[in-house]
């Protein structure tokens, strides 16, 4: 176990519509990632977050928001999807200070499925 | 930019056997961390090893131990004593600073009874 939490771990859509996935850091990690991995592909980074605060950005699409909450968890909202939005999306921490790097931890992913 | 290529995409041993898996990464930075994830048919993506840039000794965790070229950019992954349960993705990967992990595309690895 991570430590880090996401959910849901499954979910079924239909194209156009909007969801949100959820993620729940290590306790005092700070650093947020979300990262896209479509099938049998290696993982896209999509986005990160400091403290609350947005430090880089991947290739994340315009339809796709994220924000990281004072208590320190994080939501990814994917809207107006699409069948090629179907993929596992991790959510990883890392209790990191500016300017030190160390490992992340992963959650065990959400799986979407834009039907 | 930083980039991480893993020029083999799948691999096949049989059980007990040792295997390599290779990694190459380009920066322009001297300081820095690699590390090797393994993700099984579960998905999950689990941590295997870690090396500091800044260190010449290899890292080695039980079976598993990297070769770490620095020069070269090289960072390749050994596996000895192979077990059934090795079986899975394999990703190289490099993180810098305060930047992002950056992956390789994943090595397919089965260990064959």
């Known amino acids: 176990d991570s430590g880090v939490t996401q959910t849901p771990k499954h979910l079924i859509t239909a194209t156009g519509q909007r969801v949100t996935l959820r993620c729940s850091p290590r306790?005092?990690?700070?650093?947020v990632y979300w990262y896209q991995q479509s099938l049998d592909q290696g993982l896209q980074f999509l986005i990160h977050?400091?403290?609350?605060?947005?430090?880089a950005k991947g290739n994340i699409l315009e339809r796709f928001s994220a924000q990281q909450f004072p208590d320190l968890h994080s939501e990814l909202n994917l809207s107006s999807l699409e069948l090629g939005d179907s993929a596992l999306y991790f959510c990883?921490?890392?209790?990191?200070?500016?300017?030190?790097?160390?490992?992340?931890?992963f959650g065990e992913g959400s799986r979407l499925t834009v039907l | 930019a930083q980039t991480v290529t893993q020029s083999q995409p799948e691999m096949s041993v049989q059980e007990a056997e040792t295997v390599t898996l290779s990694c190459t990464y380009d920066?322009?930075?001297?300081?820095?961390?690699l590390f090797w994830y393994k993700q099984p048919p579960s998905r999950q993506m689990i941590l295997v090893i870690r090396?500091?840039?800044?260190?010449?000794q290899n890292a080695t965790e039980n079976r598993f131990s990297v070769n770490f070229q620095k020069a070269a950019k090289s960072f390749s992954l050994k596996i000895s004593d192979s077990q059934l349960g090795d079986t899975a993705m394999y990703f190289c990967?490099?993180?810098?600073?305060?930047?992002?992990?950056?992956f390789g595309q994943g090595t397919r690895l089965t260990i064959n009874p």
């Open positions: 990967a490099f993180i810098q600073g305060a930047q992002k992990l950056v």
């Open positions: 990883a921490s890392s209790h990191r200070t500016e300017g030190r790097a160390g490992e992340l931890f």
């Open positions: 306790s005092g990690d700070l650093s």
């Open positions: 920066t322009s930075e001297n300081n820095y961390y």
């Open positions: 977050y400091y403290n609350g605060e947005e430090r």
């Open positions: 090396q500091e840039a800044y260190k010449q």
